[in-house]
């Protein structure tokens, strides 16, 4: 089923939009070092815990299966 004319002709218009900048301010505030490197830190706020690794050459113990599957 062919798209109606109209939808044709916002999409036709609107095709290059992701290359024209944006009036609006952004939403995100940058400081100034980090706009330079564009390098954006995250803070490390997950509760993992490391998995105890054995260094020897015993053989795997197969992974558990989950009852019901």
């Known amino acids: ?3 109606p004319q109209d939808v044709l002709n916002l999409i036709e218009l609107n ?3 992701y290359r024209t900048g ?3 301010p952004p939403c995100l505030k940058l400081g100034k070092t980090q ?3 564009n390098h954006c830190r995250v803070m490390d706020t997950s509760d993992e815990q490391p998995i105890p690794v054995d ?3 015993k053989p795997l113990k197969p992974t558990p299966k989950r009852t019901g599957s």
């Open 1 to 3: 089923m062919p798209l």
């Open 15 to 17: 095709k290059d939009f």
């Open 22 to 24: 944006s009036q609006l």
């Open 35 to 37: 706009e330079e490197t």
């Open 55 to 57: 260094p020897s050459r």
